[in-house]
């Protein structure tokens, strides 16, 4: 059994199809053009399918759909996406017509989350607990190894948990927020703060093709022992402690999963999270946890994937 992932990105698209051991077999992208509206997006979506049906026919059983915003996984449908500009946006129906595949929703997180059960976890620690460090700071969360949802389909908003009153602004309107500290937008507007020469900074510290001001070049910088970066990273990794000390003692996970871009500055960030995770009263559920960076930077797509195949096998089973 085959199963197609598609992670949309604010953007490009990401299409692959995955094995039910996680073997990406195919892969595809095209540029997300949102502004050019859901219904034009569907049609282009699904004009890509015929290719992999040509090469794996009836091998291929299910389509899994990962999303940025606020997902109804039951209807398949996009609440809000502040990144696609998309509001009530219905996904997996039209698709699921148009290619005659069963199609499964779900927030990006989710699918990154799944896939970190499976692919990093092997399905063999039942809780764990999955941030996506980027731009912003999804979460997904497995619970005794089934995808949790709550009420609404809206659990694990934690990028959003207020971590300093009248704080810093956030994308989602509010202040104080997690995502305001360690998306890498308020990264890099802390580094603004400390760096006197941006521009000098990112021609001697940024990645050699682009020379851009950007957290590849915050890591490099800290690399080379620049004081202001390695501060910058240490006050993220102070926040991301707060953040998930909420989460661990709230759930007490085996796993704490990150991944996503800013998760590749782990060696400037992750001294002080441990500092604040060690620093806890409540000490037996930080002594269980377990921290995993992940080096694949495809969870979402391949745990898309994986997540259809699993609702394909198991229609109770994920959710
Ligand atoms: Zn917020």
Redesign the pocket.
């Given at each position: 059994m085959i199963g197609i992932g598609i992670d949309i990105g604010g953007t490009n698209t990401k299409i692959v199809a995955v094995n039910a051991a996680g073997k990406l077999v195919m892969q595809e992208r095209f540029r997300t053009e949102a502004g050019k509206g859901a219904a034009d997006f569907v049609r282009r979506l699904s004009a890509i399918i015929p290719a992999f049906r040509r090469k794996y026919g009836k091998k291929l059983v299910s389509i899994g759909i990962g999303a940025a915003g606020d997902v109804d996984p039951e209807k398949g449908k996009i609440r809000f996406s502040p990144n696609l500009g998309w509001r009530n946006v219905s996904l997996a129906a039209p698709l699921g017509r148009l290619t005659g595949l069963p199609c499964f929703m779900e927030n990006d997180a989710n699918m990154a989350a799944w896939g970190a059960f499976e692919l990093e976890l092997g399905r063999k620690k039942s809780t764990a607990i999955t941030l996506t460090l980027g731009t912003g700071i999804g979460t997904g969360l497995i619970l005794d190894g089934k995808l949790y949802h709550g009420a609404t389909g809206s659990a694990g908003e934690a990028?959003?948990f207020k971590v300093e009153r009248d704080g810093r602004a956030?994308?989602?309107g509010?202040r104080g927020?997690l995502?305001?500290y360690c998306g890498s937008y308020a990264i890099m507007a802390r580094a603004r703060e400390l760096v006197k020469d941006e521009a000098a900074f990112a021609r001697r510290f940024g990645a050699p093709a682009r020379r851009k001001f950007n957290t590849i070049c915050l890591t490099n910088a800290a690399a080379a022992g620049n004081r202001a970066a390695l501060r910058v990273w240490a006050e993220t990794g102070d926040y991301l402690g707060r953040g998930l000390a909420g989460l661990i003692l709230l759930l007490n996970p085996d796993y704490v999963v990150l991944t996503g871009g800013v998760s590749k500055a782990k060696k400037w960030f992750l001294p002080a999270m441990n500092a604040v995770l060690r620093n806890q009263q409540i000490e037996t559920p930080f002594a269980r946890v377990r921290v995993k960076v992940s080096d694949n930077s495809d969870l979402g797509s391949h745990g898309a994937a994986l997540f259809g195949l699993e609702k394909k096998r198991k229609p109770c089973a994920a959710n």
């Open positions: 990028g959003h956030c994308h989602c509010g927020c995502e305001a």
